[in-house]
């Protein structure tokens, strides 16, 4: 776990690093709050919940920090990270959440809406930044640890997509190192129920799988052939 921890040391910093060099950057998004009527914490999110990883078992990737994420610092724990917490329970998959799923985004930029990342044109070279950043992060864990990489909500993880950037980089490191592909699983997001129906859909189709045969099965294929 030293390397991981190294790894989340690492991204703290970056964080703190962005957030101080960038003024601009987080008045650009403090603004885009005030129109939804809430303050901004955070303009660039770390997730605290990092640091109480002890027995890494899965890297869960979501799109970016929400208003509660970038008011709590914490990935994952609005309306889709509870689902999230539920299904990884309710399938045994781990024993307790916060110490053995290391939560990432694809991009650690904060908005209301996924969406709303499109608003902030100014600093479009931040945001492809972050999003290499997040990519080399996941992969750099999933090389040092013998875990999964789950990567949830892929409508716009495409070649011309919002998370464009993240997608080139995934498949570069993985050109590199074929061996990651074999670890590296897509799926729809947790929000509206959506990775459950395609997962329910995979098993009612092959009853006779188990849980996690069924959860390789439903991987959605987004690096192609």
């Not at 993985?174 to 329910?200: D, M, Q, T, W």
């Amino acid at each position: 776990m030293n390397r991981i921890q190294d790894l989340v040391q690492n991204f703290q910093d970056h964080i703190s690093k962005v957030n101080s060099e960038n003024p601009d950057f987080f008045e650009s998004v403090a603004n885009l709050c005030r129109t939804y009527g809430y303050p901004l914490s955070n303009a660039a999110v770390f997730n605290k919940n990092l640091l109480k990883l002890k027995d890494l078992k899965y890297i869960l990737v979501a799109d970016n920090p929400g208003v509660t994420e970038q008011e709590e610092e914490c990935y994952l724990v609005g309306k889709a990270g509870k689902t999230a917490r539920n299904i990884f329970k309710n399938n045994s998959l781990v024993s307790d959440f916060d110490e053995e799923v290391a939560v990432l985004n694809k991009t650690f930029i904060h908005t209301k809406s996924t969406l709303d990342l499109k608003k902030l044109k100014e600093f479009k070279n931040l945001f492809v930044d972050s999003q290499i950043f997040m990519a080399n992060l996941a992969l750099d864990m999933l090389e040092a640890s013998s875990c999964e990489l789950w990567i949830t909500g892929c409508s716009e993880l495409t070649e011309k997509g919002l998370f464009a950037a993240y997608l080139k980089t995934l498949k570069e490191r993985c050109a590199e190192n074929p061996v990651l592909k074999k670890r590296i699983f897509f799926y729809p997001h947790f929000s509206f129920g959506n990775f459950s129906k395609n997962l329910n859909s995979v098993r009612a189709a092959h009853p006779e799988m188990s849980v996690r045969e069924a959860l390789k099965a439903a991987t959605l294929n987004i690096f192609g052939k």
